[in-house]
């Protein structure tokens, strides 16, 4: 598919969005392994499950962690299951501005909005938001 045609799909709400249960620290970790950057990883948070696309969702996480590595060089991932709601904190490992809003980062926010999320933009980094799925709703 064209991906430009996709992302205006996306930013339109119009795209196609299977939707699964889906663990996101296999998630968040295979994003992290493929980042060229240096990464401290904290996934301890053990399992994190939430409803949604896995295509659009890693394309979401992996333009979030691009930017912050293009911002930062080093950074900080972690992940944590916050009552009803999944978080993945994406820090700079040293001091930097707040994220410009790119069209990478428009879109990953458009994402996750779709699923009922966010994407918080703050000095320092972002977190990503989802809705988490309880146990007996995987």
Do not use: K, N, Y
Request: with cysteine; glycine share 14%; net charge neutral.
């Amino acid at each position: 598919p064209d991906p430009l045609l996709d992302a205006g799909r996306v930013r339109t709400g119009r795209a196609s969005m299977p939707r699964q249960p889906i663990e996101l620290s296999r998630v968040v970790g295979s994003v992290v392994r493929g980042c060229d950057a240096g990464v401290v990883a904290d996934l301890r948070a053990g399992e994190a499950w939430v409803q949604g696309d896995l295509l659009r969702l890693e394309q979401a996480i992996t333009h979030v962690v691009r930017h912050a590595a293009e911002q930062s060089g080093t950074l900080c991932v972690g992940l944590e299951v916050r009552g009803r709601e999944v978080r993945i904190g994406v820090g700079f490992g040293r001091a930097a501005a707040r994220p410009d809003a790119t069209l990478g980062l428009l879109l990953a926010r458009r994402v996750l909005e779709l699923h009922g999320g966010d994407l918080e933009l703050h000095a320092g980094g972002c977190t990503l938001v989802l809705p988490a799925l309880r146990a007996d709703e995987r």
